[in-house]
């Protein structure tokens, strides 16, 4: 191989410096602007997040506390301050009450922040007498919820179903998105109309981008379910669970699937399928939306598509994270979302997940209690023979409803049955006997029943 080298040739005197010599003056220079860009984008994004709420039970508004928190972090904002407010009966008009809003603005500005975060859903009038009288920008749980999902957005179904979301709930806040809403044109000699004003110019906007979300998701809606249709013939286990709970971590210990799993609120938020089996595929197991205590219906709504796989699911597993001292009200609220989504009569595998984070193990009885009498397991994603137990266990309960095991003499000139048993079921088991071969095999009953079918005509 050539080696090539160069040595540094002095610029020829004559030659001016393209930078007039100034360059660490301008590098200088550059570097204080992004410093103090990102020294604004930082106060812009400083937040004071409020807990509101009626429960009393410290640990409770603690851990309530904790999520809002997160999702405020999670969709790239910054916490400079926080306190839990009782709240026993909400005012109609601002939800505080005035003196109440007033205070709390007073404690928000003076720790820095640019926008108070409750953690409530507002009306739209309710937001917008809530400004008038704190003099600060609020945003509510929804549009906290909104900006984390669209953040964490990546495949263009995803992204569209954010943005319809958005897109509605933005739609009765028009008023109060701080432009100038006055007159465009007037009702004058020289003009095309009566006149609009720039609210109702947006509104119209809006409306026909929301038409064509919709009519871009009805296009994807139609391609999934195409893609499901191809899997009937497939065990389909789907986890579900409050977000955060592991499922995407499991998904990667059970099929080295590789997704992220970072630790924040909605970090998965398409579904995704992967081969549970080796058998050619006979069992997929799909990683879908994590739930939240009140969810937008908006939301839900918009991601119909998406949890379409839930509805359709041959075993739901549903993940719950056992370290977490709310795990019952998570629990209670991935089960009432399955209700509302018409899934509560599908068969059900609970998974306790995080048991390396607990300080002591249930004993088996709690984990009865706790789900309600329906299979289950205790493990932590990082101990590899748990996994592999679950493994099993899965496959066996979601083949025990519909398959069935055969043990038979198969002769050797029974190419048929034998190509059936290797093509279509699985084969447990084999002993080679005088012309032939005693077979166990499993798979569906439909497919037993032909593979006996085909031994009665050979013998």
Known sequence: ??????????????????????????????????????????????????????????????????????????????????????????????????GTAEEVAARARAAGATMLVL??????????????????????????????????????????????????????????????????????????????????????????RLEELQKALRKLTVT?????????????????????????????????AGLSARDMPFETLDTTSRCLTRHGGDVLICDTVGFIRRLPERLLASFESTLAEVVEASLLVIVVDTSDYERQLQLKTTLEILERMGAA???????????????????EEVLERWSDGHPHALISTTDPNAVTELQEALLHVVRSHDEEELTTFVPYGASEVIALAYGRCRVVRTEPVDDGMTMTIQGPIAEISRVRRLLEEVQ
């Open 345 to 363: 009569d599908i068969p059900r595998f609970y998974v306790f997940n995080k048991r390396d984070r607990l300080p002591f193990v249930p004993d």
């Open 119 to 208: 953690d409530a859903e507002l009306s739209p009038s309710q937001t917008r007498n809530l400004e008038d009288v704190a003099g600060i920008p609020i945003c509510d749980r929804e549009a906290i919820i909104l900006n984390v999902f669209l953040r964490h957005a990546r495949t263009r179904r995803a992204k569209l179903q954010v943005e319809l979301a958005q897109l509605q709930y933005l739609r009765p806040r028009i008023r109060g998105v701080g432009l100038d809403m006055d007159q465009q044109t007037g009702a004058t000699k020289n003009a095309r109309g009566p006149g609009e004003t720039a609210s109702e110019l947006m509104a119209r906007k809006l409306d026909r």
């Open 1 to 98: 191989m050539p080696k090539f080298t160069s040595k540094a040739i002095s610029e020829h005197i004559e030659v001016p410096l393209a930078d007039d010599g100034q360059l660490e003056t301008l590098v200088e220079h550059w570097d204080a602007k992004r410093s103090n860009e990102s020294a604004g984008r930082a106060f812009e994004s400083a937040s004071y997040v409020v807990s509101v709420g009626e429960a009393r039970d410290p640990r409770i508004r603690a851990a309530q506390m904790d999520e809002i928190v997160s999702l405020v972090e999670s969709q790239g904002g910054h916490v400079v301050g926080q306190e839990v407010l009782h709240l026993s009966e909400p005012n109609p008009r601002t939800l505080l009450g005035k």
């Open 224 to 256: 999934a379910r195409t893609q499901r249709l191809q899997r009937t013939d497939c065990h389909r286990i789907v986890l579900v669970g409050y977000t955060n709970a592991g499922k995407t971590s499991l998904m990667n210990a059970l099929t080295n």
